[in-house]
């Protein structure tokens, strides 16, 4: 399972440069997304941007931040969902809007993007890049030919299925659009001289900035001058917030959707305990997601924590490995064991999710070769045995081990000694957010959308049925 994408908005007043908030903004968002990154400012009169491949600091350098001279501006850190990993595809993306240029960052996925861009196509648009976010911009493009503002952007969402949190620049104005079902995260707060938006709060806090609140389900915000504007363009009965937000994305620091994500995380190492209790000399975590876990079942179960398993902070998403017999190597490249907390102790091992099995099999095995007597394996999300449509790049239905394993059968399979998995209803109330306000689709199998073959509890509904 990889990261999804983050997204920053920054508007000053004409005064104040906008590019370095951004890559300090992007710097705090980097774990949304490691392929690529990208910078868009506007100074009144001229668009500049500048984006490439890998890490935000191998992006961007001083000289290329005092270039972006502009006093508004959005950027972009992704992981690609919809569209391949290369340049075509990073973001922000850029279209020719009569006179001048519009630039899109997109968190998110949309379900309907092959219909809408053959529907684009037939009526002469040319595409440069294999991302929905270009959908998105060709559709805005063509509304704001015969509409204002408000309205285009309303007609767009009338025709959008899916996932989308927005950061728009035209000219220099900033614009933010969150789907009426608020699926990605977005929020916003107020700086010295301005504005800023962001995926999380903590790109807000890197900023010194003071947090204002979520931006609604449906809601654009237009950023101008120093100034915003609110506009409640739709609003649905209920949400459908993504679970993995709390249980992975999201940085523990962050507050989404009024939760602070370390007491979520707390809360949800403590729930496994009361539903899946052991007898163990230790709690250890994989690192790093599994570690607010470990902490909250160690406080409720009075079993001491202890780091069982270091964690290389050094390395890359990718590295070489050189074929299958190295696979074990592999993992050790990213974590080893503290043999002597863990030699001839039972533990209570905790990690955030199981997708496929391989990695857990794999880490356990190295953790019964350093003399472990006894591992418990938990797991801070219940089962997950269906994909995600909206914005995660999750293994198929036919990988996930929990879509056609019972729980023993993946203990078994990943030679635990035991393994629980927190319950969604245990989920749910860790949270803190109802049930009917959460998507849930990954782990249930009914999604808040309709996707063709699948079964939907809610439907994401178009503004004319508002």
């Known amino acids: 399972m990889h990261e999804e994408c983050g997204i920053v908005g920054v508007s000053f007043k004409e005064e104040t440069s906008a590019a370095l ?6 710097f705090a968002l980097q774990h949304r997304g490691q392929e690529s990154a990208g910078i868009t400012v506007h100074d009144g009169s001229q668009v500049r941007t500048l984006k490439g491949m890998g890490l935000v600091p191998d992006v961007f350098n001083k000289a290329d931040i005092q270039k972006l001279k502009g ?18 595809n990073c973001q922000p993306l850029l279209v020719s809007f009569k006179s001048g ?9 949309l379900v309907n993007s092959k219909e809408l861009r053959t529907e684009l196509e037939k009526e002469g648009r040319i595409f440069l890049s294999e991302s929905d976010t270009e959908v998105i911009a060709h559709l805005l493009v063509k509304e704001l030919m015969h509409s204002e503002l408000k309205d285009a952007v309303k007609d767009v969402i009338k025709q959008l299925v899916g996932s989308y949190s927005l950061a728009i620049l035209i000219d220099k104005t900033v614009i933010v659009i969150r789907d009426p079902l608020g699926i990605k995260p977005l929020c916003f707060g107020s700086l010295d001289n301005g504005y800023v938006v962001a995926s999380e709060s903590v790109a807000i806090d890197i900023l010194n900035g003071q947090l204002i609140r979520d931006v609604a389900p449906g809601e654009m915000l237009v950023f101008n001058n120093g100034t915003y504007e609110s506009h409640q363009l739709v609003k649905s009965k209920n949400t459908a917030h993504c679970v993995f937000e709390y249980i992975y994305f999201a940085r523990p620091d962050s507050v989404i959707d009024g939760q602070l994500v370390y007491n979520v995380r707390m809360r949800i190492g403590e729930m496994l305990f009361k539903e899946h209790p052991a007898i163990a000399d230790i709690v250890s975590p994989v690192p790093d997601s599994g570690i607010t876990y470990a902490i909250g079942f160690s406080k409720k179960s009075g079993i001491d924590y202890m780091e069982g398993l270091m964690k290389n902070r050094y390395i890359g998403r990718t590295f070489i490995m050189p074929g299958q017999d190295m696979r074990e190597t592999a993992v050790r490249l ?3 064991t503290i043999k002597p907390n863990i030699e001839g102790k039972s533990i209570v091992l905790i990690d955030d999710s199981i997708v496929r099995g391989t990695t857990s099999r ?10 472990t007597r006894e591992i418990h394996m938990r797991v801070a999300s219940p089962p997950i045995i269906s994909p995600c ?9 036919e990988e996930l081990i929990a879509a056609h394993k019972t729980v023993k059968g993946v203990e078994a399979l990943i030679n635990a000694d035991s393994l629980g998995y927190l319950s969604i209803d245990g989920l749910v109330e860790s949270i803190g957010i109802p049930m009917d306000d959460l998507c849930l689709g990954c782990l249930s199998g009914i999604y808040p959308v309709e996707i063709p073959g699948e079964k939907c509890i809610k439907r994401q509904l178009k503004l004319s049925e508002f």
């Open 334 to 336: 990213k974590l080893n």
């Open 21 to 26: 908030s951004i890559y300090y903004a992007l």
């Open 71 to 88: 006093h508004v501006g959005i950027g972009h850190v992704r992981y690609s969902t919809t569209g391949s990993s290369k340049i075509e």
């Open 101 to 109: 240029t519009i630039a899109i960052a997109h968190n998110g996925n």
């Open 389 to 397: 449509y909206l914005g995660i790049d999750m293994a198929t239905r």
């Open 362 to 371: 794999r880490i356990i095995d190295m953790v019964r070769k350093s003399g």
